[in-house]
Each structure stands twice: as C-alpha cells, then as structure tokens.
C-alpha cells in the first residue's frame, strides 16, 4: 500500500521560509515523478511544483517560481519543497502526490493532478501579512 506523509508547515511571517518534507512508501519512489499541490480555503487544489523520475526536470507553476524549490532524496524516499519569501496569498494546505506510472511523461502531464494517484494527508501553511 502507497503511503505518503507530509510535514513541516506552520505559521509563519511574510518573506519567511518553510521547508515541507513528504516520505513515501509502498513503491519504487525513484522511478515516479512527485508532487506538491496546495489547496486555500474556498479555492480548488492547484499545482505548485513537480520533479520527475530519478530527479530530473522541474516544473513550477508561475506564482511560485524563483521562490520555492522542490528536490527529492531517493535514498530516502523523500521529496522536499522549499519555499522562501512566503506571501499571504501561499497560506493553504499542501499535499504531496506520486505519479501513477513510473518513467518520463510529456512535460505538461505533471501539472494535472489526475496524473497523481496517492496523496498525502496535507499540511497547513499559514502566511501572516
């Protein structure tokens, strides 16, 4: 069974730092692209970062980029997103996903969250002004 679990949100200030960590289990993690998704209050879930299998490309949607960073540590099962310079309008929940097949996918599938088949639980983000 795929399991994934997310950590390290809080509340913090305008133009602080968080790094969320997600460990997964229950499948072979270097193979798949990983995910991070986040979802406000009244907002539906939307993208925010991608890496694909055995660390390779990166993909970021619009608002977030130059200021958040995924990366992921195979040996550890792990993948991390950093997030620097933290806005009010970046308070949400966010969840890490795993792709659903192993491999290289065209670009613009890893924006979509149905290419995702297993989620973590979510982990609060709160932005202060």
């Known amino acids: 069974q795929v399991q994934l679990v997310e950590s390290g949100g809080g509340l913090v200030q305008a133009g602080d730092s968080l790094r969320l960590s997600c460990v997964a289990s229950?499948?072979?993690?270097?193979?798949?692209?990983m995910g991070w998704f986040r979802q406000a209050p009244g907002k539906e879930r939307e993208f925010v970062a991608a890496?694909?299998?055995?660390?390779?490309?990166?993909y970021y949607t619009d608002s977030v980029k130059g200021r958040f960073a995924i990366s992921r540590d195979d040996a550890k099962n792990m993948v991390y997103l950093q997030m620097n310079n933290l806005k009010p309008e970046d308070t949400a929940v966010y969840y890490c996903a795993i792709g659903r097949s192993p491999g290289h996918h065209r670009s613009t599938t890893y924006y979509r969250p149905d290419f995702y088949d297993y989620w973590g639980q979510g982990t609060q983000v709160t932005v202060s002004s």
């Open positions: 890496q694909g299998w055995a660390a390779s490309s990166t």
């Open positions: 229950g499948r072979a993690f270097s193979m798949y692209a």
